[in-house]
């Protein structure tokens, strides 16, 4: 049996070598030919590449060089010279043949032309191009007859060529970046994709859309060359147009060999998969035949160019197109039929051996067909809208809830691109990378994205997107599977939108729209940890509006509520930092927690609560303290220590809070100065910082802070007088200076003429000479003349150690804590 099928299968595989090599035929030499290309190498010729890669030319006898194009190339010219047996042209070659050239078109590889022009901006359009007042737009444009149907683009929408001001394209897409030109002539499959890549806002104005549908990429002949050599022409036409289609077939794999051998731009493999995705809808071979030919539409082109005056139409274009000899050669045939004969000799000596693996392999075959089945059943009962496509988008298959979900028939959409109708532009544009990553780079992404239905809907899908296994020879397709998600994410909104609003009334007092109690707690609680933590200050402010139960026995409960409105308001405004914290603390009374905040900057936020809450001017007649509703508040600064409490705090300043209340109402209470002394720093070259002492306090807390700030301001000038800054830089920090001093100074003047002080005239001039002497340092500044040590001088002797350390110490007995309650309503315990 061993030796029966080592026999068989020696005779079988000598069939098949004569198969191959037939006597007298397989010493044919082959026959050298060259095709002259239009540009350099890009997928622009992918078809001619795969024919001589994939063995499609040496199969049909042929030798083919391709020789590459460029700027000078001039394909009609080399063909008929003889340099080049075949070229590529454009529909300008009927041009050619009317003035009675020899050429002969052997088929248009591109059923659409793909010349276009790029304007700048969006949503161009040749009347907004041409548009009066604009003056001429510069059009660069190829020259010659290949630029016909662009113009005709404003022909046909009724402005005259004479409108423009058409120039030769030297720089190209250089001279369109930088907007030496208007529009550009362009190819559909090139330059939009650089100005994509670039985010360069740009309206493509194709001819197809004007009505000009002209051809591109013709593939043609000499005429003398066709009657000499039927067979090489026959020959050469079939293969070609048969490795176009094996490159519209396998882009992945011609773009690789373009990428290896033939990439003379140096184009990135993106950029070579956006040129096959828009050469392979220019030539359409989903519909219609590569290299098909429709004389109506080249009678249409002809009738173009004599409008333009190019050409007369004085000749039938019956001898343009290639029509093959019918007559046939049986040579091959008669090879064939001798061969068979002996081929069906051995295949009955094997008969018995392909039974038994016939046998097998329908077994299997049966197994596939139902599992194939079962997988087609599933698809379609799928609850889950499902579309098979490959690449191009193109749909090959679309399931029965594709058809609930989105609207269309299966019949519809098979065949057509689904970016095209079921993405809205704005989402194509933001996911065509990673739609062409799934088809070139193995990326299945999952995406959550909007949809177009067939009734104008905007709906929210959920895909999930998956490989079907490949065939040899078939395109690779994907699986997309899509649940309508767009109830459920309008539900999480809304439930997200009620979830904070539930959130926001449960921190919320409804009245005032301030932080409730409950939240100030929390608040108060995590902002105490936190300090324990960094060691800063906290404080806390407590207030309660006076004599607010006669204020609702006189007004009623209503203007109670809008008088508390206007409290919660006024804090609102005051209580401005991100982590400061006001609230209603119940009642009456409200609370503002101040993180970070010594007790000066805690007692003027009090007082301008309380002046804001007078500002209000509420009448109230039954309060004892004045006609209109005031408050008396409480303010505490408290280190945050491990063993102490939140609690604590809040019972000292309520405890504030009530003595304000008990000693007369409408004023603030608070604990002293802070006791430490700061200790001295060094600053600069031995220059000694001025440093604030408890000692300097004159008991107004508004004073107090005033020279507290003018003490920091100061050395803040200092150390950048002493750091060796430029004027420049320093500039700022005298002239806000010399305002903080002369701030000082009025408000220093208001509460001196609110008191019995009897120097206040002499203080007055004190503070006159002053400024002037501060105006006349600015001058000297200003003019470069002002030396380091006159300005220490004036700030650190003059306006510092003699008038506020030593003439204002005059003024502190009629100032203090206990002669200004009138004035400020500050009371200290």
Known sequence: MT????????????????????????????TPVSLQLRWRHQFQFAGYYAALHK??????????????????????????????????????????????????????VFQHSPNILIVHGRNQSPDNLARPGSGKPKIALMGGDQDVELKAIFLNEGISLDKLQIVPDRNHLEDFLNQHVDALNAYMSNEPFVLNQRGIPHTILRPQTYGMDFYGDLLFTRTDLEKSRPDVVAAFRAASMKGWQYALDRPREIIDLILEQYNSQQKSREHLAYEAREISRLINAEVIEIGHNNPGRW??????????????????????????????????????????????????????????????????????????????????TSASAGIVWREGFIITDWNRQAEAVFGWKREEVLGRRFVDFLLPTAEYQRMEPELSQMVWDDILPHSINDNLTRDGRVITCEWFNAWLPERPGDPREVVSLAIDITERRQSEAALAELTRSLESLSITDCLTGLANRRHFDEVLNTEYGRHVRSGGELSLIMLDIDHFKAFNDTYGHLKGDDCLREVG?????????????????????????????????????????????????????????????????????????????????????????????????????????????????????????????????????????QHQTLFQAANDLFSALLSGRPAAETAPFIFHLLADVKRHFEDERKILEQTAFPGLQQHLDDHDRLLARGGELIEQFEAGTLSVGVLFQFLAYDVIMIHMLGADREYFPFVSLGNVQQLYGLQEP
């Open 3 to 30: 030796i029966l099928r080592t026999f068989l299968c020696v005779i079988l595989l000598a069939g098949l070598v004569l198969l191959a090599y037939p006597p007298g035929l397989s010493a044919e030499p082959l």
């Open 569 to 705: 308001r006024v804090l609102r405004e005051t209580v401005s930092r991100a982590a400061d914290l006001a609230a209603r603390y119940g009642g009456e009374e409200f609370a503002c927690i101040l993180p970070d905040t010594d007790r000066n900057g805690a007692v003027i936020v009090a007082e301008q609560i309380r002046r804001g809450i007078e500002a209000l001017s509420v009448p109230h007649s039954g309060s004892s303290v004045a006609d209109h509703v005031t408050a008396s508040l409480g303010v505490i600064t408290a280190p945050c220590e491990p063993g102490g409490s939140p609690q604590q705090i809040i019972a000292r300043a309520d405890q504030l809070l009530y003595q304000a209340k008990a000693t007369g109402r409408n004023r603030i209470q608070f604990v002293a100065c802070s006791n430490p002394s700061e200790p001295r720093e060094e600053v600069g070259s031995g220059f000694v910082r001025l440093v604030w002492h408890d000692s300097f306090c004159s008991g107004n807390p508004l004073l107090d802070a």
């Open 299 to 380: 009678n249409h082109i002809a009738d173009t160019y004599q409008r333009f005056g190019i050409v007369d139409l004085d000749r039938p274009l019956n001898d343009f197109f290639y029509q093959q000899d019918q007559k046939a050669d049986f040579t091959r045939l008669y090879w064939i039929i001798a061969i068979s004969v002996g081929v069906m000799l051995v295949t009955g000596g094997i008969a018995f051996f392909i039974h038994r693996i016939n046998r097998r392999l329908g077994l299997a075959l049966e197994e596939k067909s139902r599992s194939e089945e079962r997988h087609r059943v599933i698809f379609q």
């Open 55 to 108: 063995g499609f030319y040496r199969e049909a006898g042929l030798e083919v060089t391709l020789k590459e194009g460029g700027p000078g190339a001039d394909p009609v010219a080399d063909v008929l010279a003889g340099r080049s047996d075949f070229g590529i042209g454009v529909s300008s070659l009927v041009i050619d043949y009317l003035k009675g050239k020899p050429v002969l078109l052997l088929g248009p």
